[in-house]
């Protein structure tokens, strides 16, 4: 299996344009996760969908924030505007829910920065 | 999920067993502890996760203590790639649908 797979693995732009992040969970899996990583505040989660129904959004900044997922297999995380506070590493994950460990599988993220 | 403390860091040499403690002193009956870890500029990694019972697996140990209120990471021979920030994460259940809360974790450094 490939993994979880997100792209772009690096994303430089200006503050105010819009960004996506994107996720393609691995294949059968039907949690996933957005985290955002940083320095200061460490590794937050921002959402989290069930068979691609957000089931947590507490975590997402604020409304310039917006994530879907459309189908098991694909989802996106947008930021309309970006600002440079927003430079980060973004991690997607998936998991599938019900029996075994639990275990989330991570991507190897999106390296954000908003000049 | 109940909050977890650990060491902010600690250097441990190659080949030899590293322990790293994780205090969980407001654990539930129904929480498991989890552990990750999270190698420079890579997604975090799942290690082992436990109830109340040690568990081991081809990376680590897990000993949790009988009060559950505490737990130790065991890498028996540390290598250099094992250099990372390690995670101690209690958690509800191991369904996938709980959410996963990290905290800061402690940074290990395997020393030649």
């Known amino acids: 299996d490939a993994g979880v797979i997100q792209s772009p693995r690096h994303e430089v732009t200006e503050m105010g344009q819009e960004v996506t992040l994107r996720c393609k969970p691995i294949s059968g899996h039907n949690s996933l996760f957005w985290y955002r990583q940083t320095m200061m505040r460490g590794l937050e989660l921002l959402i989290y969908f069930n068979n691609n129904v957000p089931i947590d959004d507490s975590g997402m900044p604020e409304d310039r924030f917006s994530a879907k997922m459309p189908n098991a297999s694909f989802s996106t995380l947008k930021i309309q505007p970006s600002e440079p506070r927003d430079s980060a590493v973004y991690f997607c994950?998936?998991?599938?829910?019900?029996?075994?460990?639990?275990?989330?599988?991570f991507g190897e993220g999106s390296r954000l920065t908003v000049l | 999920d109940a909050k977890t403390t650990q060491p902010t860091s600690m250097d441990c040499a190659e080949g030899r067993a590293a322990n790293l403690p994780c205090n969980h002193s407001?654990?539930?009956?129904?929480?498991?502890v989890y552990w990750y870890r999270q190698i420079h500029s890579q997604g975090p990694q799942y290690i082992i996760h436990?109830?109340?019972n040690n568990e081991t697996n081809e990376m680590a140990s897990l000993i949790i203590t009988e009060d559950r209120k505490s737990s130790t990471l065991i890498l028996p021979h540390a290598t250099l790639r094992d250099t990372a920030v390690y995670y101690c994460?209690?958690?509800?259940?191991?369904?996938?649908?709980?959410?996963?809360?990290f905290g800061g974790g402690t940074r290990v450094l395997v020393k030649p």
């Open positions: 994950a998936s998991s599938s829910l019900g029996g075994g460990t639990g275990e989330l599988f």
């Open positions: 994460i209690v958690r509800v259940s191991k369904a996938a649908g709980n959410k996963l809360t």
């Open positions: 436990g109830l109340k």
């Open positions: 407001t654990i539930s009956g129904n929480e498991y």
